[in-house]
T-cell receptor, first 112, second 113 residues
Framework: DAMVIQNPRYQVTQFGKPVTLSCSQT?????MYWYQQKSSQAPKLLFHYYDKDFNNEADTPDNFQSRRPNTSFCFLDIRSPGLGDAAMYLCATSSATNTEAFFGQGTRLTVV | GENVEQHPSTLSVQEGDSAVIKCTYS??????FPWYKQELGKGPQLIIDIRSNVGEKKDQRIAVTLNKTAKHFSLHITETQPEDSAVYFCAATHNTNAGKSTFGDGTTLTVKP
């Protein structure tokens, strides 16, 4: 029944080693978002795709990239993870015709 | 840009009591205000939302009120239960881009049995 699926749920990566987090959705929503949530903080939007159009937030570091090969999948690439990038990464989707956003369960990233 | 402030940061109530969480926003263009519940280790889950053309909305034990003039909105939970314990986030956004929300800092609600 899961509609927004994030894999893996937990990811450990080495300092400076590229890592990719994935998100898939069964809702056929045209908008997909990536949020970063650090411990005891609010989710912070990194970027989003409106269909194939990529929209970056002004303060998102260049170290974070994203790919959306099709409607169902979206990837978050961290090119050179630093210790400060350890966080929960949340994927969300919404439809242009409906204001409700659906979140995945998140991927908790640990950088060692 | 939008700025959302949320109070209190922690709230402890006895089972059966009511809980109220308040938020303010800064951007008068914001017209959609969702509330999310986040349990430990999980993603946020929408529990109720309100649009700017409505002053109040209720869903069983949960209600939300909106004062557009004052740019305030509040979450009310009545007859609280231990399973209501979680972190609650308010958010504000405009247009139909619901996922492009500015979140409040969250309220950790603890309901004591």
């Amino acid at each position: 029944d899961a509609m927004v699926i994030q894999n893996p749920r937990y990811q450990v990566t080495q300092f400076g080693k590229p890592v990719t987090l994935s998100c898939s959705q069964t809702l056929n929503h045209n908008v997909m978002y990536w949020y970063q949530q650090k411990s005891s903080q609010a989710p912070k939007l990194l970027f989003h795709y409106y269909d194939k159009d990529f929209n970056n937030e002004a303060d998102t570091p260049d170290n974070f990239q994203s790919r959306r090969p099709n409607t169902s999948f979206c990837f978050l690439d961290i090119r050179s993870p630093g210790l400060g990038d350890a966080a929960m990464y949340l994927c969300a989707t919404s439809s242009a015709t409906n204001t409700e956003a659906f979140f995945g369960q998140g991927t908790r990233l640990t950088v060692v | 840009g939008e700025n959302v402030e949320q109070h209190p940061s922690t709230l402890s109530v006895q089972e059966g009591d009511s809980a109220v969480i308040k938020c303010t926003y800064s951007d008068s263009a914001s017209n959609y205000f969702p509330w999310y519940k986040q349990e430990l280790g999980k993603g946020p889950q929408l529990i109720i939302d309100i649009r700017s053309n409505v002053g109040e909305k209720k869903d069983q034990r949960i209600a939300v009120t909106l004062n557009k003039t004052a740019k305030h909105f509040s979450l009310h939970i009545t007859e609280t239960q231990p399973e209501d314990s979680a972190v609650y986030f308010c958010a504000a956004t405009h247009n139909t881009n619901a996922g492009k929300s500015t979140f409040g800092d969250g309220t950790t609600l603890t309901v004591k049995p």
